[in-house]
């Protein structure tokens, strides 16, 4: 059993940068971590993945703009959120990836407007 919570969501202007924290309650190392997210009227959405051996992917609206990383001393996982744009705005969560379930955290608001 793990828990997960996020944090650093807030309103940025377009173009601003944001970095989301996840802080999880004991050891990460040996799950894949995940960040997804979920805009109003749709689907929740992948958005970046990190291996446990620090490999990493992200879905191509987000490349070259979002970077996901992780702190295994810390327990805790990362995106870095860079040109963010109207279409980013969703509430994000983190995921961690179990050998028989997955876990989530209870996600955090990301609002992109002027």
């Known amino acids: 059993q793990v828990q997960l919570v996020e944090s650093g969501g807030g309103l940025v202007q377009p173009g601003g940068s944001l970095r989301l924290s996840c802080t999880a309650s004991r050891s990460i190392s040996t799950y894949a971590m995940g960040w997804y997210r979920q805009a109003p009227g749709k689907q929740r959405e992948l958005v970046a993945t990190v291996t446990t051996g620090g490999s990493t992917n992200a879905a191509d609206f987000v490349k070259g703009r979002f970077t996901i990383s992780r702190d295994n001393a810390k327990n805790t996982v990362y995106l870095q959120m860079n040109s963010l744009e109207p279409e980013d705005t969703a509430v994000y969560y983190c995921?961690?990836?179990?050998?028989?379930?997955?876990?989530w955290g209870q996600g955090t608001q990301v609002t992109v407007s002027s």
């Open positions: 995921m961690a990836r179990g050998y028989f379930r997955d876990y």
